[in-house]
């Protein structure tokens, strides 16, 4: 069989299934007609009416209550965008008071009332350049016991602290004919 073009019998095939379909199509939409007036009667009390479609009292309180989300949510107060660097002060601060131990990224998120990711994210990018932090397991952080920036110098000898020279240079080791 040649299925490129249709032959006469095929296309008989699809017009009868298409009449099918159509009476089919008919028969459900009688049933929901009789269903729809069942329903109006028992639950509304009122005449029938014509199924999926809205009666006009229906359609008019859909359209106030439009209105009314929309009026609300222009009222609705927008929080303002928190300064640049605030949310850096405030993890630290949330650090500070874990103390050893630390903090997780869900409790830092539960305490600063914020979203985890955001939480998570700003460690894995601002917060890993920041020295103070400290990663003490698995999304678990805390603030440095030493601050990194106050380094041990070498002590420095007086003559030289008050002098403002540089120091006398090692003596030179003996070569072995001198002895």
Same mark, same amino acid.
């Given at each position: 069989?040649?299925?490129?073009? @249709?032959?006469?019998?095929? &296309?008989?095939?699809?017009?009868? /299934?298409? #009449? %099918? ?12 007609e009789? /269903?729809a007036? &069942? ?5 509304a *009390? !009122? @005449?029938a009416?014509?199924? *999926? ?10 359209? #106030? ?8 949510? &222009? ?23 874990? *103390? %050893? ?5 869900? %409790?830092?998120? #539960?305490? &600063? ?5 955001n939480?998570?994210?700003?460690f894995?990018?601002? *917060? ?8 003490? !397991?698995?999304?678990?952080?805390? /603030? ?7 380094? #041990?110098?070498? @002590? ?7 002098? !403002? ?12 004919s001198?002895?």
């Amino acid at each position: 069989m040649n299925f490129d073009t @249709p032959t006469v019998d095929q &296309l008989r095939a699809m017009l009868a /299934l298409h #009449e %099918e379909r159509a009476n089919v199509q008919r028969q459900l939409d009688a049933i929901d007609e009789k /269903l729809a007036a &069942l329903q109006s009667r028992i639950f509304a *009390g !009122g @005449p029938a009416r014509r199924a *999926g479609r809205p009666t006009g009292a229906r359609v008019a309180s859909m359209a #106030e209550s439009k209105v009314a989300r929309a009026s609300v949510n &222009l009222t609705k107060e927008v929080p303002a965008k928190a300064p640049r660097n605030q949310f850096k002060g405030r993890i630290a601060e949330a650090l500070a008071a874990a *103390g %050893e131990h630390g903090a997780s990224l869900k %409790e830092l998120a #539960e305490k &600063l009332s914020t979203n985890y990711r955001n939480v998570a994210v700003w460690f894995a990018t601002t *917060g890993k350049k920041n020295p103070r932090i400290q990663k003490i !397991g698995p999304a678990r952080y805390r /603030l440095s016991v030493e601050d990194p920036d106050a380094r #041990e110098e070498a @002590p420095v000898s007086e003559e030289s602290a008050h002098s !403002g020279s540089l120091p006398a240079p090692a003596p030179a080791f003996e070569s072995a004919s001198a002895a």
